[in-house]
């Protein structure tokens, strides 16, 4: 836990010949056709999770309209929120909690599903489960496209629930299968492009749900339809993909089947390398039992990476950067922007971009260094946010630095804490305990979204422009704990990185024989 670089095994000759097959690796290895044929259909599930999580914030007024339609009450509009200090006229209580919970329901479903991660991927195998799950995300999508055909509000809520099912589901599902079919010079680089999925699937939502295109009254069902079409594309593409090498041999045990799928992957007959890593974990699997997820809280060995995986979860969501795209529009509209709206679809636009940067440098840069650099980088731009928002009444130009804080913001995000939380937590496991901890990986990263969603808007009311002040002060301490407890995994095979934890593990039982040792010397002086 407590790793500042990356460990090398004890003898040195064994450390000479794995940093020259390393370097050589790195160097000439390249992605073969199929390999990021299959990448790109597992992250269809990730562009239909982004999909989902931003297309219901363009609609909203419109969507809100309809349910005091369908509710016959009364409707009024809305205006800015605290942050930029105006004023919000008062909605019909029963279009509020019909709304909100058509928003938090996407979460609820998320959190409950993530829990049947692991078993799911054990259970039906990496493909197979991408396959079940498509069915749940086109039922959701059919129930919200067909909203407007029967009570509206009934069908969104049942329609995102099943859509945050599938995407808790598909949200751990993805890297794991990524990560897994990946090289060890390039699951870095791969597995950053399942965030980049998913912000290019936040990214289209916010463009097609503009008045001008989808999000109006008369197509808003079919802007809410369209989260199941990558699902469909997706069902189509998956069975040219083969299973995972690591699933083949180190679960079912089918070493012909894992060598077939390697020799497809990596597009050579060459998979020594490979298959003695892959047995070598095997090995030390069968040491031990099978891992649950209470495990790997109770056993030492677990305890430390499992710690630092929910801690990179947790920064991810804690950072503010969800209430940075809720508020961007308003802090837009207090600047003066003519169409806010293009500037928020722009804030996307830089969330992009930064995502393609990051699968460019994570591999060279490594993801603890590009964790802290976004961390920290974050945290300035949250004070210069609050200095802002603060004193754009009293001298004009703040709101433009308001503007610049956000898009720094989100560029920060988007270089460490964005994509690096997903696939580091896959990274930090052996095959064994890899699904039980990318289950509760996935769980603590639904539950941290779901709490900012709905604990926010009361703390924003109570701190006003003042609130980003807490974001800084967690940031902080995010920055401060990856320094000090987060190791490098670039590089590394799954054991290399599992064996660093296990070689700081016995630093308490050294406690323990050198207090033996005192006491048998003292023994022996009297």
Known sequence: WQLRRPLLPPAPAAVSPEMEKRSQDGGSQKPSGLLLFSVFTAV????????????????????????????????NETGAGNLTHGANAPKDRLVVVYWTLSVAIFCIGGMFSSFFVGYLADRLGRLKAMKVLNILAIAGALLMGLAKLGPAHILIIAGRAITGVYCGLSSGLVPMYIGEISPT?????????HQLAIVTGILLSQVIGLSSLLGNDRLWPLLLGLSGAPAILQSLLLPFCPESPRYLYIKLGREEAAKKALCRLLGSSDTEKQMVEMKKEKEEIEKVPKVSISQLFRSPSYRQPITVALMLHISQQFSGINAIF????????????????????GVGVVNTIFTVVSVFLVEHVGRRSLFIVGLAGMCVCAILMTCGLALQST??????????AIFIFVAFFEIGPGPIAWFIAAELFSQGPRPAAVTIAGFCNWTCNFLVGMCFPYIEELCGPYVFVIFACLLLGFTLFTYFRVPETKGKTFEQIAEGFRRKKPSSRQLKASATELEHLGSTEA
Request: hydrophobic letters at 40%; a negative charge.
């Open 395 to 404: 001298y004009t130009w703040m709101s433009y630095l308001s503007m610049s």
């Open 326 to 345: 809720y508020y961007s529009t308003a802090i837009f509209t207090q600047a003066g922007i003519s169409y806010p709206s293009y500037a928020t679809i």
């Open 185 to 193: 010079n390039l699951r870095g680089a791969l597995g950053t492009i």
């Open 44 to 75: 269809l599930g990730s562009l239909q999770f982004g999909y989902g999580t931003g297309v219901i914030n363009a609609p909203q007024e419109v969507i809100e309209s309809h349910y005091a339609q369908v509710l016959h009450v009364g409707q």
